[in-house]
């Protein structure tokens, strides 16, 4: 029998935490039973970008990881019992490496400009308890965006302060943002996402450097480049944290490295703020697998598959953009094409015929897809500026081809009557697809 107790959670918890609406993932809603086609996530649809044998497996490599192959991954399984380097400065090297394209700064990137953890995720919070007191800061965000701003944000009890991106191509309101700046000085932080999520669209770096250039604001702008590569060559600002000390650039290896798995995110910043952030952080927060494995995808040998799985993506996103307006029911394309997904509308009837972006369209597409023909794509209409939009990831030559098969079918179901949505179970699909916002 339980013991009586007078413990009360709701009188316990701090009510910013039992008010939370928690972060939903892709795999929340469909679980991949390995037949599905996932295009929700914006992952890597060709895998990680490592020089595997035909198997998957580690080339070449032992019970403790040595090898004589070049291309081998060295994975020290036997050294598992150890705590892993807590500095890590030979994966620091390696990503500053990678950036140090001096096509924006003569200046160079070293390891004291850097901060590694968990994903961007970690980076993301661990700003927001730096920089911010709870219940008394703020931080700005620019929505269609990436959810885990607000998340976190709510998490540590920090407010947010919301100026839309603009409603043509998505790009910055720079009047908007350093207005809003100038008029409150508890603004702390403020998170910019290049290319964006869900919008996909780059932001000007003439845009950045206004709102760095901020008068009488004293802030960090974050700027977070998790899909930078896909972007053209030489976008990411990451080496203009020498330039600026407060600018924060976000990158991870989940997207164009197809890593999501190992869960590692970066930050660049100037040595100042780098070193708030890595006094902060658990001692040993990157496990050793994950830094062996990091290490070796920024290798050359490793680089070059990244690179080449980049371009088969970019092949199959030019296509996208090509074959997907002409099957009817599909609008247009909205923000911007720098990223290894895309944001479309979907429309109550063919464009021929008077169509308008429609969320219960999109709906109806975004669960016939998933529940008729395993292709799981991510439903956007909620979000600002964004009405009867899907967010589609872009896959291999294969996903895409039944992808552009199966959304064909679905829309000629819609079209001719099938499948209709009554007006309270689309208010009730609506609900619980707003809640997903990855």
């Known amino acids: 029998m339980a013991r009586q107790s007078p413990f009360d959670l709701s009188k316990c918890a701090r009510p910013n935490i039992l008010a939370l609406e928690p972060y939903r993932?892709?795999?929340d809603d469909y679980k991949d039973d390995g037949t599905n086609i996932l295009l929700d996530a914006n992952e890597n649809a060709y895998g990680p970008g490592l020089a595997?044998?035909?198997?998957?497996?580690?080339?070449?490599?032992?019970?403790?990881?040595?090898?004589?192959?070049?291309?081998?991954?060295?994975?020290?399984?036997?050294?598992?019992?150890?705590?892993?380097?807590?500095?890590?400065?030979?994966?620091?090297?390696?990503?500053?490496?990678?950036?140090n394209t001096h096509a924006h700064t003569p200046k160079t990137l070293t390891p004291n400009h850097l901060f590694v953890?968990?994903?961007?995720?970690?980076?993301?919070?661990?700003?927001?308890?730096?920089?911010?007191?709870p219940g008394m800061d703020k931080v700005l965000v620019c929505p269609p965006t990436y959810g885990m701003y607000s998340v976190s944000a709510q998490v540590n009890d920090v407010a947010l302060v919301k100026v839309p991106l603009l409603t043509h191509g998505f790009g910055l309101d720079v009047p908007g943002?350093?207005?809003?700046l100038s008029k409150d000085m508890s603004i702390k932080l403020a998170y910019l996402c290049s290319p964006g999520n869900p919008t996909g669209a780059l932001l000007k770096k003439d845009d950045v450097r206004k709102i760095l250039e901020h008068e009488t604001w004293n802030g960090v702008v974050v700027l977070d480049e998790a899909y930078i590569d896909f972007a053209p060559e030489g976008s990411s600002l990451a080496e203009w944290v020498t330039e600026w000390p407060n600018l924060v650039v976000m990158q991870t290896?989940?997207?164009?490295?197809?890593?999501?798995?190992?869960?590692?995110?970066?930050?660049?910043?100037?040595?100042?703020?780098?070193?708030?952030?890595?006094?902060?952080?658990?001692?040993?927060?990157?496990?050793?697998?994950?830094?062996?494995?990091a290490k070796a995808a920024l290798s050359p040998k490793h680089l070059e598959v990244m690179r080449k799985n980049k371009d088969l993506i970019l092949k199959q996103r030019d296509r996208m953009l090509k074959e997907l307006p002409?099957?009817?029911?599909?609008?247009?394309?909205?923000?911007?094409?720098a990223s290894n997904f895309l944001l479309v509308e979907m429309l109550d009837a063919p464009a021929?015929?008077?169509?308008?972006?429609?969320?219960?369209?999109?709906?109806?597409?975004?669960?016939?897809?998933?529940?008729?023909?395993g292709v799981v794509v991510?439903?956007?209409?909620?979000?600002?500026?964004?009405?009867?939009?899907?967010r589609i990831t872009v896959g291999t030559e294969k996903e895409v081809d039944r992808f552009l098969e199966e959304i064909k079918i679905v829309l000629q179901s819609i079209f001719k009557g099938t499948g209709k949505v009554e007006p309270k179970e689309e208010e009730r699909r609506e609900n619980e697809a707003n809640a997903v916002i990855a």
């Open 25 to 27: 993932c892709a795999r």
């Open 52 to 99: 595997l044998g035909n198997d998957g497996k580690l080339l070449n490599r032992t019970t403790n990881g040595a090898s004589n192959s070049s291309s081998a991954i060295d994975v020290d399984l036997l050294g598992l019992n150890r705590y892993p380097d807590p500095h890590q400065l030979e994966l620091k090297q390696g990503l500053c490496n990678l950036r």
């Open 117 to 133: 953890g968990v994903g961007s995720d970690e980076a993301i919070d661990a700003l927001l308890r730096a920089f911010c007191v």
């Open 177 to 180: 943002i350093t207005s809003a």
């Open 253 to 293: 290896l989940s997207k164009a490295f197809g890593l999501a798995g190992i869960r590692l995110g970066a930050a660049f910043t100037d040595p100042a703020i780098a070193r708030v952030l890595n006094s902060m952080k658990a001692p040993y927060n990157i496990p050793n697998p994950t830094s062996q494995l």
């Open 326 to 337: 002409k099957i009817p029911g599909v609008g247009k394309f909205l923000g911007g094409t």
């Open 352 to 373: 021929e015929k008077g169509g308008k972006p429609s969320n219960e369209t999109a709906l109806m597409v975004y669960e016939g897809l998933a529940e008729e023909k």
């Open 378 to 390: 991510r439903f956007r209409g909620k979000e600002y500026g964004c009405l009867g939009c899907l």
